[in-house]
């Protein structure tokens, strides 16, 4: 593996809404201390890759309305680092605004892509999943993915089937599954032979070149001539041509589609933290099985995750099973099992003025 040709893109353009109120539009996920240690999501995924390239190769892709606090979070990027997205086009625009970009500069680029607000908790083992992708993704023209060692039989993960072939520990992947329902993910995981889709990706320069001109023509044709990269004229000519990208994501344009897919199997202590519950799962909880954030006395409370400000005193008592949650004049109160409808408060929110969400 080559470190001087190893690429990082961070994707942190995404809201967050299940997370809401404290991933708000003007303030999302990733820009947070979501686990109350000092470093935000976007730091912490920074940090874990320091391994992997030097500084000076990681390039994140957000929204421009970010562009300020992802330069106070990092402020050893150089403006070239940060791909500014004039309007949001799922992955597939996004990684190939980055790809391509890097590709100008390096041909012989070997990239990895990977979301900005998830959690790995074994993070030297990370490195080590992907220092075997990018060992084999810079000798052959491979799109590899990382796929999670499932734990339970869960609803909510796409779903990637492999089999015995391939490269060494790199396995050619059968399919792409979508989330399914609860029966299909229990035989998913007693069949050995299904992993959880990180949506973390690795390949070299050519590869994802050649993907997008078979799979995503027009991303192809767009980017391929695109040659204002590293320019004052970059940010300009983005607003032309971003509104005519196609709205779709990397797995349905790309990877569910291309025969050259494979998978490194891994065990990473990984997850999205897409919920409040998924964090509730992996925090460290008190001997009432509570997990506090803030100032903060509980009295027969049990189950729940609270987040506050820490410059505020907040007691609760008589709560089982709930989120408490508050951020800038924002408070919810909502039990753990109906955190799907965070979405719909959302919505609600938004009917009674911008500022909530």
Same mark, same amino acid.
Not at 37 to 54: K, S
Not at 160 to 168: A, E, L, S
Not at 267 to 281: A, F
């Given at each position: 593996?080559? %470190?001087?040709? #190893?690429?990082?893109?961070?994707?942190?353009?995404?809201?967050?809404?299940? /997370?809401?109120? /404290?991933?708000?539009?003007?303030?999302?996920?990733? /820009?947070?201390?979501?686990?109350? =240690?000092?470093? #935000?999501?976007?730091?912490? #995924? %920074?940090?874990?890759?320091?391994?992997? *390239?030097? $500084?000076?190769n990681v390039y994140i892709?957000?929204?421009?309305?970010?562009?300020?606090? #992802?330069?106070?979070?990092? $402020?050893?990027?150089?403006?070239?680092? =940060?791909?500014?997205?004039?309007?949001?086009?799922n992955t597939a625009p996004c990684i190939a605004y980055a790809s391509y970009k890097i590709a100008a500069r390096d041909p012989e680029a070997n990239i990895v892509v990977t979301p900005a607000d998830h959690l790995i908790l074994k993070e030297q083992e990370f490195t080590n999943r992907l220092k075997v992708a990018l060992t084999e993704t810079e000798r052959n023209d491979i799109l590899v993915t990382l796929g999670i060692t499932p734990t339970r039989p869960d609803t909510g993960y796409g779903y @990637?089937? /492999?089999?015995?072939?391939?490269?060494?520990e790199v396995k050619k992947v059968k399919e792409f599954r979508e989330k399914p329902h609860l029966e299909l993910a229990q035989a998913f995981l007693e069949s050995g032979d299904y992993v959880w889709n990180a949506g973390i990706f690795v390949w070299n320069a050519r590869a994802i070149r050649q993907a997008f001109e078979a799979h995503l023509p027009a991303l192809h044709d767009a980017f391929g001539e695109f040659d204002q990269f590293y320019?004052?004229?970059?940010?300009?000519?983005?607003?032309?041509l971003y509104p005519l990208c196609e709205n779709i994501s990397i797995d349905n344009g790309i990877m569910e589609k291309a025969p050259n897919v494979h998978v490194?199997?891994?065990? =990473?202590?990984?997850?999205?933290?897409?919920?409040?519950?998924?964090?509730?799962?992996?925090s460290e909880q008190d001997a009432d099985g509570n997990v506090v954030d803030g100032h903060i006395v509980t009295q027969d409370t049990t189950g729940c995750i609270i987040k506050t400000p820490k410059?505020?005193?907040?007691?609760?008592?008589?709560?089982?099973? %709930? @989120?408490?949650?508050? %951020?800038?004049?924002?408070?919810?109160? *909502? $039990?753990k099992d109906k955190e799907q409808k965070v979405k719909n408060y959302v919505a609600l929110a938004a009917q009674r003025g911008v500022e909530f969400v």
């Open positions: 593996m080559n %470190f001087q040709h #190893t690429y990082v893109v961070i994707m942190a353009g995404g809201v967050g809404t299940r /997370f809401w109120p /404290f991933s708000r539009q003007t303030y999302p996920k990733q /820009f947070h201390d979501v686990l109350g =240690i000092g470093r #935000t999501m976007l730091q912490m #995924t %920074f940090d874990r890759m320091r391994e992997i *390239c030097p $500084p000076e892709v957000t929204s421009q309305e970010y562009y300020q606090l #992802t330069k106070e979070q990092l $402020p050893m990027l150089s403006d070239h680092q =940060i791909l500014l997205e004039p309007a949001r086009r @990637i089937q /492999f089999n015995g072939v391939g490269i060494g320019s004052d004229a970059e940010a300009g000519a983005l607003l032309d490194v199997l891994s065990d =990473i202590g990984w997850s999205d933290l897409g919920t409040w519950k998924s964090l509730y799962e992996v410059e505020r005193l907040v007691v609760v008592e008589g709560l089982h099973d %709930f @989120i408490v949650a508050e %951020f800038d004049n924002v408070l919810l109160v *909502c $039990p």
